[in-house]
């Protein structure tokens, strides 16, 4: 197997000026113009992208797993082109908003005023809101909210500032909800927080930081270049040419059995873009298959025989595959992790020939990402990503650890230390 080398191939940039190195972790950014509209806690550190296009002095930039904009966002600022994709509808929709930043600010501000007058004057109809919703917003809250989302449907005109207004709402939904809303967490509405914001307060207040937001990096970047964001698929040919990126920096979906359609649930239910859990099931299926919810009748055994893309850690993968089918029998809830296992690193393969083709010559590419333990059966992600990146047509790959995971054994399902670091791939 491939081993982490220090060859040339990895030689160190010269040095910049450091930034935070806290890769793996969005939260940070909560402090950044811009990357602090909306938190999206699937992801990582823009300061630290920063960092990396600067070391590598990359020309143009590629997020295959774009999130919510973090990767384009941190190019752009220190000069760089950037491209991005990202399949979740409502989650690409929120990076395209912010990279909307160029937009006129007092046209933003005039048009929020506008949308907080007529929301004033409305009266919505709460029993139009979905079960979710109105579990989540009681109707002292939900009241402002439904006003606010039909005063923008209202006002809108088609152009840029209907998108960072619709983005100053949905940032705002969370907060303003008494309910378990926690950004990484399902919406738990069984429990409760005590600071709970008032609807127009929290859009106004959120309004006022995306104009101040606005009005510094324009200032900052008077010339940004372009960063461009596809609502796609990384399985498939994307938008831009071969040999396109000097430099590819993401965080793919984690094999930790979260359900990343689920993530925005909230957000999206309110918006009424769906009116129940159950409607998330075709987003589900379209995702890279990183959860057992996505395993409906799909046959691992069938997938790990056949799959070529698989070709290069099938014996490896099948062992894992066979102890996860054993010990899921003991389970109570007997999860299909063994093809689930199967699925995501079959959708890796395939992701995997399309960032190489998009990869320039001599390019890098950069994954942040963690290992992981379903049932307590170790899963090695980082060493079969790097495998399956060679098989792909990279040269070769090594990880950098950059924290402990799973080391606090209170009230976790297994003891299996786990970890999160980057990995580096060479062309």
Known sequence: MPQPIQSTLFAEPAAVTRRST?????????????????????????DWVATEVEKHAA???????????TTLLAAQAVGAESAGVE?????????????????????????AKKVIAAADDLQPDLSEASDL????????????????????DEYKQGDDIDDLLWLALVAILRKCSPVGTAQWQYVLPGKSKAKVALAFDAFQE???????????????????????????????PFEIGEGWADLVITSPPYANNYDYADSARLEMTFLGDIASWGDLKPLRQKLV????QQM?????????????????IRAELAEVYAELAEVRQTKGGKKAY?????????????????????TATGGQVCFVVGDSAPYGVHVPVEKWLGTLAIAAGFRDWRFEKVRTRNDKWENRKHRVPLHEGRLWVVD
């Open 22 to 46: 806290n890769s793996t972790t969005f939260a940070n950014n909560m402090s950044l113009p811009v990357h602090r509209w909306f938190r999206y806690s699937a992801g990582f550190s823009a």
């Open 338 to 358: 063994h093809s689930m296992i199967v699925a995501y690193f079959d959708d890796m393969a395939t992701a995997w020939q399309q960032i190489r083709r998009s």
């Open 289 to 292: 298959r990183s959860c057992t």
């Open 206 to 236: 959120q309004v006022e930081i995306m104009g101040r937001d606005m009005a510094l990096r324009q200032s900052e970047l008077p010339s940004a270049p372009q960063a461009l964001l596809s609502e796609a698929d990384v399985r498939q």
């Open 59 to 69: 020309r143009r930039v590629l997020d295959p797993f774009a999130g919510s904009g």
């Open 87 to 111: 399949l979740h509808p409502f989650v690409a929709r929120v990076a395209q908003a912010k990279l909307l930043w160029s937009a006129n600010v007092d046209e933003f501000r005039v048009r």
């Open 296 to 312: 409906a009748r799909y046959d691992g055994h069938a997938v790990l025989e056949s799959s070529p893309g698989l070709d290069p």
């Open 133 to 152: 919703t109105v579990k989540c917003f009681p109707p002292e809250s939900l009241g402002p909210l439904l006003a606010l989302r039909n005063a923008l």
